[in-house]
């Protein structure tokens, strides 16, 4: 496998599972567990509830359907369930949280492989091809598993196949103050550095007065 830049070459069907179940990794990290975001403090969501509550409202905002039995059911991707709840939103932060050391790992790489490989066979992490609209289709999670065990392992996949060709550096942390967004860097030469524009624009302002002090 090859990465070039970041999309894996000749493979359309692993380009779309990387780069659908990375962007979902990301934004369950950034609503479940980060404590700063744009300069400022914030406090996670505690309850399941509170929990289910962002996770929709995040993938409402990022363009995606709820998941629900169109999505989840045993005729389409295998999966037990038919939605996602209160506690299964709950095991989602437990997730997130050990996702969140992953990005921008740096000079822990061997423990965020060690975190990483934990997490795939915890959760059953195994490719699975179905049946959907005429066509087979390409997963990672086993048959029968939860909704919450597939988004884990299909999560946990996208990202061994980003860091394992060697591009562990586009999982990336937002590098302005206050800030612990993270980001799926897919610039061409990995050169992100921040989460958005404005914490782009606010760091270049912090480091324009730091001058003027100098």
């Excluded at 380009?15 to 659908?20: A, E, L, N």
């Excluded at 509550?53 to 363009?63: C, E, K, M």
């Excluded at 997963?139 to 999560?155: E, I, K, N, P, Q």
């Amino acid at each position: 496998m090859t990465i070039e830049p970041w999309r894996i070459t000749g493979q359309p069907e692993i380009d779309s599972y990387v780069g659908r179940w990375a962007e979902l990794a990301v934004l369950l990290v950034n609503v479940l567990a980060v404590d700063a975001s744009h300069g400022r403090r914030v406090t996670p969501p505690q309850t399941g509830e509170e929990r289910l509550a962002a996770i929709l409202a995040g993938l409402a905002a990022a363009g995606r359907p709820a998941p629900g039995p169109a999505q989840t059911g045993p005729a389409q991707t295998g999966h037990t369930d038919t939605g996602l709840t209160a506690a299964g939103a709950d095991r989602l932060a437990e997730i997130a949280a050990e996702l969140r050391p992953l990005y921008g790992a740096g000079d822990r790489l061997p423990e965020a492989a060690e975190r990483l490989n934990d997490l795939l066979a915890r959760h059953g992490a195994v490719p699975t091809v179905y049946a959907d609209d005429g066509k087979l289709k390409l997963a990672f999670h086993r048959s029968g598993a939860t909704l919450v065990d597939a988004w884990a392992a299909d999560m946990g996949t996208a990202l061994a196949m980003v860091a394992g060709v060697g591009q562990g550096a586009r999982l990336g942390a937002c590098e302005a103050a206050t800030c612990s967004l993270v980001f799926f860097d897919t610039t061409r030469n990995a050169s992100r550095r921040f989460c958005d524009l404005s914490c782009q624009n606010r760091a270049k302002a912090s480091a324009y007065r730091a001058r003027r002090r100098t």
